[in-house]
């Protein structure tokens, strides 16, 4: 049964429109092209962003995050509060619970220039 999608033209219109290219591939058993929204160097962010502000939700300090995303041996390098991973640290909680707290749907988007 064909399906209609509307697109309103906006900020947003070219992402939505390779959205639902993607998705109309996927409905007809076609080959998905690399998606290009996520590099490499941002999973990797993302998925220490999600370890950060789960650690720290379930009572986790700053520095057993980092601890367990830096490594230990690597954390013990440097007095903590002056510590360059500290504040990478309170950067990755503060950004993760931006994403939950509804900026996960910037991952919908391609990165712009202002």
């Not at 390779?18 to 109309?24: C, N």
């Not at 962010?45 to 650690?55: K, S, T």
């Not at 440097?78 to 950067?91: C, F, G, N, Q």
Request: charge should be positive; aromatic fraction near 4%; proline fraction near 3%.
């Amino acid at each position: 049964m064909p399906l209609a999608a509307l697109i309103p033209i906006d900020d947003s219109c070219i992402d939505r429109m390779e959205a639902l290219k993607r998705l109309s591939l996927l409905l007809r058993d076609r080959r998905l092209t690399a998606d290009t929204r996520l590099t490499t160097q941002r999973r990797r962010r993302l998925r220490r962003m999600l370890q950060a502000i789960d650690g720290h939700q379930t009572g986790a300090t700053y520095r057993e995050i980092a601890n367990v995303i830096f490594g230990t041996s690597r954390v013990s390098t440097e007095p903590w509060k002056t510590s360059a991973l500290r504040d990478a640290t309170i950067a990755l909680v503060t950004d993760g619970r931006t994403l939950i707290d509804g900026g996960y749907r910037t991952l919908l988007r391609h990165r712009r220039r202002s």
